[in-house]
């Protein structure tokens, strides 16, 4: 396990790249990226079973994207993870990229499945945990999905055919930042009592903070334990987290921060004086 | 030679035109029925912003349905509505409602004849840098391929408020698409627009350019490069791809002699198939189809992507050489 306080430092890099990324593609979704920096970091640093240099290896975990907007966040951890040259980033949303506004596997390093309708990951990854169970492999299936996208119907049937089919290797994530695009989720669709309703699914089910790595990484360790049904982590976050002025707000869903002043702010926020343009000559480590 | 019909009370395009994306006059006719017509109920699946239904929760809370992000749902929902009288609106991206609630328009609103309207935002590549997965381009042939739905592509904001509110008056299920970026407006208040009826708004009989969306106007502006080298084309705007306007087409199979059509679309099963499959069976003629190429998009900016998939001016330009050549 990597020490925690290395952790929060790799966090605050990601959403550094995050922001950085966004503000030179000019379009793209800040807030669900944010909110789910700590969710990705503790799994692909401490969790997950990959290998940059061989993204299709056999005995791998498999990592699946149901909330496919959230892709600034993936990006960047697939970067400093070595799955792509971190300039590639800063080619986001742009004609011939290899990262497209909403993830492509056919394009993307390290990317499982092509996503960007919501709704269909849970399935996605329940399918391949039914496949690698089938074939004696023991890989482990992760699926990030938004809490407003947990509206969809198809998330529950999922949910149905994992438990029937005791998918004890399929861990899901609800980023649960109370936030959707028309607002707070329990104004436009009420989800609580979330954790109940996964329960009553016949999930195991664990409600955490999910921007503290320690406790995200216990409960992946605690899904692996977990002989019998798939386990739904709900990681209470914060939309928009580490940007002050992001923070809880449903209209940075979507935004991306301007370039120059406000990107600069948001670096600011998260502790980084140098330039934002300098960010993208330098790697992963440098902070100005 | 031929020229745009003083009847067609068209904007001065050549002069410049003021860019106005087509959701925006969906938003303009939701207001105006909201006022005007007390059965209208607007839905939307967390969208309201982008489909620009929020201008109606923000001024006629009442009349406005959040469904969350469950388009099932929403279009079965509808159906239920307009049983008890209400005339639904049902919002949401053109991906996520013709193509993931197609079941429920098919078998629940179009085989049970329910008055269930569809605003379809977000079709076309031009949805640019969010990529594949949110730029509609098969609603075309998904919804006119079912009985009893009426479809309109609105080539510009105006003419999306008429669809909008020719819709209410309308009782069956109708499905609008409209565009995310800005594009020319074109027609004014006085243009004639009725559905099921295609506009000449070009004369010409060397070859009908037959378009629909935002292309009506790359048709335009094709019609003039191609005028210079001597070529008089007729342009069409076929706003109603079902019901198609066959008369206008036929007749513009028989003077013209050659036909192009232009969508921002799969190529195959939309404008361009209408289109043929009426000309084979009643007056064939030399015939190409300007769309998406059977392939999906990308990222990239509107511009950069009508261009590198083909479906600018240039390219229909291009095309009307292709049959005409094919004419003698
Ligand atoms: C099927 C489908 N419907 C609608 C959308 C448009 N959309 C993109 S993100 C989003 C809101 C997602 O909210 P949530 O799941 O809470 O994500 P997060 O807060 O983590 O960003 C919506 C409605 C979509 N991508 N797919
Ligand atoms: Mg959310």
Request: charged letters at 20%; glycine letters at 0%.
């Given at each position: 396990m990597v020490d925690t306080k290395e952790l929060e430092e790799v966090s605050r890099k990601i959403r550094r790249d995050i922001m950085v990324m966004l503000a030179e593609a000019g379009s793209g979704h800040s807030g669900g990226s944010l909110s789910a920096t700590e969710i990705m970091v503790s799994l692909f640093w401490n969790v997950l079973r990959h290998d940059p240099e061989n993204p299709d290896w056999e005995e791998r975990d498999w990592f699946v994207l149901s909330k496919g907007h959230a892709c600034p966040v993936l990006y960047a951890v697939l970067a400093a993870r070595g799955f792509f040259p971190r300039k590639e980033l800063w080619t986001l949303r742009k004609l011939d990229t290899i990262l497209q506004g909403h993830p492509h596997r056919l394009k993307t390093p390290g990317v499982e499945f092509s996503a960007g309708s919501l709704g269909q990951g849970l399935s996605l990854a329940s399918g391949v945990a039914m496949g690698l169970k089938r074939q004696g492999n023991p890989g482990n299936v992760y699926v990030l999905m938004g809490d407003g996208e947990q509206n969809e119907g198809a998330i529950w049937e999922a949910g149905m055919t994992a438990a029937q089919y005791d998918l004890d290797n399929l861990c899901g994530i609800c980023d649960?930042?109370?936030?959707?695009i028309d607002g707070n989720t329990e104004e436009v669709m009420g989800l609580d009592p979330l954790a109940d309703k996964w329960r009553a699914f016949g999930w195991q089910v664990f409600e955490i903070d999910g921007h503290d790595l320690r406790q995200m990484t216990y409960a992946y360790e605690r899904f692996q334990l977990e002989k019998k049904r798939p386990t739904m982590i709900i990681a209470n976050t914060i939309k928009g987290k580490g940007v002050s002025f992001m923070e809880n707000q449903a209209d940075w869903h979507g935004a991306p921060p301007k370039k120059g002043e406000q990107v600069q702010q948001a670096l600011g926020d998260l502790g980084f004086t140098a330039p934002w343009e300098d960010f993208k000559k330098h790697d992963f480590d440098w902070v100005g | 030679m031929g020229d745009i019909r003083e009847e067609a009370r068209l904007v001065d395009y050549r002069k410049g035109v003021e860019e106005v994306p087509s959701r925006d006059g969906y938003g303009h006719g939701l207001l105006w029925l909201c006022e005007n017509d007390e059965r209208v109920v607007v839905c939307d699946a967390d969208l309201a912003k982008s489909t620009r239904t929020i201008w109606v929760r923000d001024k006629y809370p009442e009349k406005f349905i959040d469904f969350g992000i469950a388009e099932q749902d929403m279009l079965a929902e509808a159906g239920g509505l307009s049983r008890t009288g209400l005339v639904p609106f049902v919002t949401t991206y053109g991906v996520f409602v013709a193509g993931r609630a197609w079941d429920q328009i098919r078998t629940s609103i179009c085989y049970g004849e329910l008055n269930v309207k569809i605003g379809g935002a977000h079709g076309g590549i031009s949805v640019g840098p969010d990529g594949p997965t949110h730029q509609s381009l098969e609603e075309i042939p998904l919804m006119r391929v079912l009985p009893g739905m009426t479809l309109v592509v609105p080539t510009d904001a105006h003419e999306a408020k008429k669809a909008t509110i020719w819709a209410a008056s309308h009782e069956g299920p109708v499905y609008l698409r409209f565009g995310r970026e800005g594009v020319p407006v074109i027609t004014t208040e006085e243009t004639p627009f009725t559905v099921g009826r295609a506009e000449v708004y070009r004369d010409g009989d060397d070859v009908a350019i037959i378009a629909c969306g935002p292309l009506v106007y790359e048709a335009l502006v094709a019609a003039d490069a191609l005028a210079k080298d001597g070529v008089d084309a007729r342009v069409i705007n076929c706003h109603t791809i079902k019901p198609l306007d066959v008369d206008t087409i036929v007749t513009a199979a028989k003077e013209c002699g050659a036909v192009v059509t232009a969508e921002e679309a799969q190529v195959y099963g939309g404008l361009g198939g209408c289109v043929a499959e009426v000309l084979c069976q009643q007056h064939p003629v030399p015939m190409r189809i300007v769309g998406i190429e059977d392939v999906f998009g990308e990222s990239g900016s509107p511009r950069e992507l009508l261009d590198r998939y083909g479906m600018n001016s240039g390219n229909i330009a291009a095309k009307v050489k292709e049959v005409i050549a094919m004419k003698s």
């Open positions: 649960r930042n109370y936030l959707m | -």
